[in-house]
């Protein structure tokens, strides 16, 4: 199985503030790799796909780059709404494993 | 308007089977390219991938739960079921279904369904 590796584990940041979250691959998947927001209470939504590409509906703000085994996550001018937990996700081959999340709060 | 909506037992025994379904919406598993998954998350714990099946009747599975694991489709209902037998305490959680669009690089979960919370207790 490929195993997910995501840091931190938790952030701590303030409206306004621009953020960054790794997520590592144990072999290289290309740019098989997805990135969900989740918060409290609800079910994961996508946000970017295929390491870079922001799915519709999703700000600008977001971006997400790599490729290989090493991804990043960048939430520029963070908004009360983008205090959730983040998951990558591998889907270079099954099983589709998920990191360990990493939850974004509030200052 | 693609909806998935999980339905099941709040509650299960230990050593007891789970049947859950996945009703969607919106999409067909008889298109090519189209999957539904199902994606568990324990109580304040991380996402954990269970089982996939394909419009092709292709079945994927976790390899740790392989062994109590069954996934199936009716196309004529839009349904999807989940079957984990020998529930234990440490199978409680959230149990999501959710589309699996799979195209080369595009292969992702979305939308999901807004889960089912099953407790493992007698």
């Known amino acids: 199985d490929i195993q997910m590796t995501q840091s931190p584990s938790s952030l701590s940041a303030s409206v306004g503030d621009r953020v960054t979250i790794t997520c590592r691959a144990s072999?290289?998947?290309?740019?098989?790799l997805n990135w969900y927001q989740q918060r409290p209470g609800t079910a994961p939504r996508l946000l970017i796909y295929?390491?870079?590409t922001l799915h519709s509906g999703d700000p600008s703000r977001v971006s997400g780059t790599g490729s290989g085994t090493d991804f990043t996550l960048t939430i520029s001018s963070l908004q009360p709404e983008d205090f959730a937990t983040y998951y990558c996700?591998?889907?270079?081959?099954?099983?589709?494993?998920f990191g360990q999340g990493t939850k974004l709060e509030i200052k | 308007q693609i909806t998935l909506k999980e339905s099941g037992p709040a509650v299960v025994a230990p050593t007891q089977t789970l049947t859950l379904t996945c009703s969607f919406s919106?999409?067909?598993?008889?298109?090519?390219?189209?999957?539904v998954g199902w994606i568990r998350q324990p109580p304040g714990k991380a996402l954990e991938w269970l089982a996939l099946?394909?419009?092709?009747?292709?079945?994927r599975y976790i390899p740790s739960l392989k062994n109590r694991l069954a996934i199936t489709k009716d196309t004529s209902k839009n349904q999807v079921v989940l079957t984990l037998t020998n529930m234990d305490p440490v199978d409680t959680g959230t149990y999501y279904c959710?589309?699996?669009?799979?195209?080369?690089?595009?292969?992702?979960?979305?939308?999901w369904g807004q889960g089912t919370l099953v407790t493992v207790a007698s």
């Open positions: 959710a589309r699996l669009s799979w195209s080369g690089l595009d292969t992702f979960f979305s939308p």
């Open positions: 919106g999409f067909s598993l008889r298109t090519s390219g189209m999957a």
């Open positions: 099946i394909y419009w092709d009747d292709d079945k």
């Open positions: 072999q290289n998947i290309d740019s098989y």
């Open positions: 295929a390491a870079s």
């Open positions: 996700q591998q889907s270079y081959n099954t099983p589709y494993t």
